[in-house]
């Protein structure tokens, strides 16, 4: 089958034509019956078709031209075409469905081509829980920013170290903790995980407020990683969790990074108390939260009770 210029009845430029042609366009003569029939298995075949890319749609046009020679010929042509066509059309889209490409980059979705080119080759996923910090002091061009799970998110190009040390400095004023993850641009999921997860380990080890990356918390993660290991380390300080008072001082030691003259001021307690206090830890627990060792376990013992 040929179609021709004088095989199709071409319709006037009437309002109907222009708003939908192809419901004008047909073929005639003896081929009208033919070709009608093949519109319709296309159209059909349409109505089931569940997929969201022209995958296989050059086998399923196929398959409704028969063996019709010339119709399996014009079934690959407009497969081909369709497909050149998607192609395109993902390539110059402006912005992702969502709207939201910081959202979608730390998700994985596909974004488009276009999008890509004009993105840094990496990032740096930089976590806080302050959400309503003052940034825009901050010549923040290229940041990406979203929000997640109660948490700000931003993705900071990765070859601007000086606005990202203003950035982290900014978020942590001081009293917070922030975390960070450095990835390439088509990894950022796998950033904004590893980036999530230091901000839990530091929230559960009571680190000092700062800005953390995982090479900071190796130890948690590896105690948090071995159920019988977090099991033997929370047993050491169980007698220290039944007293409410050497409790509290243990977690104030730790949270001042051992530092027991501002242990001693966050808890509104004298220096001598805090001696006291210490002692009786180690009494207890046969690690001395005052020497170098003992501090480096109960502070470990510390974080696999909060991960048990």
Known sequence: MR??????????????????????????GEHEHR???????????????????????????????????????????????LEDFLDGLSCTAALPPSGDLAADLIDGKAVPHGVLGRLAPGYVVVISEQRDVRLQELDLHGVLRTTRSGLLVLLVPDRDTDLL????????????W????????????????EATEVLRLVAAGCR??????????????????????AGRLAEIIRPVRENQVLW?????????????NQAARDLFVHRSTMDYRLQRIAKITGWDPAGGHGAQLLRAALFADAVA
């Open 3 to 28: 179609i021709k210029t004088a095989d199709v009845a071409m319709p006037n430029t009437s309002p109907d034509w222009e708003a939908d042609p192809a419901l004008n366009l047909r073929v005639v």
């Open 35 to 81: 070709f009608a029939e093949f519109r319709a298995k296309v159209r059909a075949a349409g109505e089931q078709w569940s997929g969201t890319r022209p995958a296989g749609l050059t086998e399923l046009l196929c398959a409704a031209a028969a063996d019709d020679p010339e119709l399996l010929q014009l079934a690959r042509a407009g497969a081909q075409l």
């Open 165 to 176: 040390d203003k950035i982290t400095t900014r978020l942590m004023g001081g009293t917070r």
């Open 178 to 193: 922030v975390a960070t993850a450095r990835r390439p641009v088509a990894e950022l999921e796998d950033a904004y995980t």
């Open 208 to 229: 000092p407020a700062g800005t953390y990356a995982l090479t900071d918390v190796l130890v948690e993660q590896a105690i948090a990683s071995n159920a019988q290991v």
């Open 248 to 260: 509290e001082t243990l977690v104030a030691l730790v949270h001042a990074d051992f530092n027991r």
